[in-house]
């Protein structure tokens, strides 16, 4: 019997390879550190097919901004992360930031954006805010239910410590930019001892 042929892969579209480059870039050098120029020089086209699909840098980073937005509000609807238990959601989401460790020590979106983010347009700061506030209202929930089950700890409101939470892993990239991955990990084991209560083991999902 004839082995069904495997679907052919294919190559990601014109406006993907943009936005995937244009990410990359950001993440490493920061929103206006780059240009259609190095776009197009980089993806082997002219920077008229780059405008074609976004015909400001205004248009692209919004874009940016609108597809990491997009790619939270799937993430927190998975299965493999709502059937988890708060510490385990916890730890999913320390996890996205170890992976970003892994990748060359990159910063996260939120982090690179946010020192230049009264020199970026105004729908990429409004998209750039809705998914501060968005991540922030997800991890104060699982912060909440986890206090109350006692799978962590923390005291004030869970608002309050998601923010601050979110805040420390953000600068504990960026301080692994210039150190190394070691004072990574110190900052993030010392919030793991802060939110887990000793009692309790941790769970982890990667």
């Known amino acids: 019997m004839t082995k069904p042929t495997a679907p052919a892969v294919l190559p990601p579209d014109t406006r993907t390879r943009i936005l995937d480059l244009a990410e990359t870039l950001l993440l490493e050098r920061g929103?206006?550190?780059f240009s259609y120029q190095?776009?197009?020089?980089?993806?082997?086209?002219?920077?008229?097919a780059i405008h074609y699909h976004f015909p400001s840098k205004d248009d692209l980073g919004t874009a940016l901004v609108a597809r990491q937005l997009r790619r939270l509000r799937?993430?927190?609807?998975?299965?493999?992360?709502?059937?988890?238990?708060?510490?385990?959601?916890?730890?999913?989401?320390?996890?996205?930031y170890d992976n970003h460790l892994g990748?060359?020590?990159?910063?996260?979106?939120?982090g690179a954006l946010a020192a230049d983010f009264r020199t970026l347009p105004a729908a990429m700061q409004a998209e750039l805010r809705t998914f501060?506030?968005?991540l922030t209202e997800w991890l104060a929930e699982v912060l909440a239910v986890g206090r109350a089950t006692g799978e962590l700890r923390f005291v004030g409101s869970p608002t309050a410590k998601a923010t601050q939470v979110l805040t420390v892993l953000a600068g504990a990239l960026q301080v692994a930019r210039v150190h190394d991955d070691s004072a990574y990990h110190v900052i993030v084991g010392q919030l793991r001892l802060e939110l887990w209560p000793e009692s309790?083991?941790?769970?982890?999902?990667?």
Do not use: I, Y
Request: glycine share 2%.
């Open 38 to 48: 190095h776009l197009a020089r980089e993806l082997g086209v002219k920077p008229a």
């Open 132 to 134: 501060n506030r968005e």
């Open 103 to 110: 990748h060359d020590r990159r910063v996260c979106q939120f």
């Open 31 to 33: 929103f206006n550190a």
């Open 74 to 96: 799937k993430w927190r609807a998975l299965p493999r992360l709502t059937d988890l238990q708060p510490a385990q959601q916890l730890e999913a989401l320390l996890a996205v």
């Open 200 to 206: 309790k083991p941790r769970a982890t999902a990667r």
